[in-house]
């Protein structure tokens, strides 16, 4: 069955440091996430992209967060100069014209 | 804004029961719900997508049932298993003509042996 797939699954960057998270989606799927979740709290949405451009973001998508689709199968969510809040699970997600989600199993990026 | 309540936060069952677990959220003027089951450290499993013409939705041995009118969604697990233990969580859309979801805080359920 398909899958979503992230890699790393780990990512230790130190504050300041720029990190890239990579993500493919469903190969047929057409609308991408990026969704986080710090330890022990709710999952939080970032962005959404969908005919390569953002078509929604929240407040916290700011200046130090980008995304992009570099080819036709790899999704990536690069911050900046990441702080230790960023530290947090990021998961991306894909979906079809009918809504649902299917997420990936999530990069764990621990910011020191 | 959208908000989602889950209750309860947390619950332990005996193998073998059937249970409910609730989810609520403030603004009926969705056009879909999301129930997840999340593992430990891992990532999110779609369970089940009911949309918002459909009143229950069924898979196995869940099933879900919304109520817009209401703001309630209940998720029906029968018959639990220990490899039901995880963390179920439920999402809707943020707002009408939006894709980006809104969570709950999830229900983590314990099926003791």
């Known amino acids: 069955e398909p899958e979503v797939t992230q890699t790393p699954s780990h990512q230790v960057t130190q504050m300041g440091q720029e990190v890239i998270l990579r993500c493919v989606p469903i190969s047929n799927h057409l609308y991408f996430y990026w969704y986080r979740q710090i330890l022990g709290q709710k999952v939080e949405f970032l962005v959404s992209?969908?005919?390569?451009?953002?078509?929604?973001k929240s407040e916290i998508f700011d200046d130090q967060f980008s995304v992009e689709r570099p080819d036709g199968s790899n999704f990536t969510l690069k911050i900046r100069s990441t702080k230790l809040e960023d530290s947090a699970m990021y998961f991306c997600?894909?979906?079809?014209?009918?809504?649902?989600?299917?997420f990936g199993p999530g990069t764990r990026l621990t910011v020191t | 804004k959208q908000e989602v309540t889950q209750i309860p936060a947390a619950l332990s069952v005996p193998e073998g029961e059937n249970l409910v677990l609730n989810c609520s959220f403030t603004d009926s003027a969705i056009y879909n719900l999301q129930w997840f089951r999340q593992d430990p450290g891992k990532g999110l499993t779609s369970l089940l997508l009911i949309q918002s013409s459909q009143r229950e939705q069924t898979s196995g041995r869940l099933n879900a049932s919304l109520d817009k009118s209401s703001g309630r969604s209940t998720l029906y697990i029968a018959a639990s298993q220990p490899g039901d233990s995880a963390t179920y969580l439920c999402a809707v859309p943020m707002d009408t003509g939006r894709r980006a979801l809104t969570f709950g805080s999830g229900t983590r359920l314990q099926v003791q042996p």
């Open positions: 992209f969908y005919n390569n451009e953002i078509s929604e």
């Open positions: 997600a894909s979906s079809t014209d009918n809504y649902e989600q299917y």
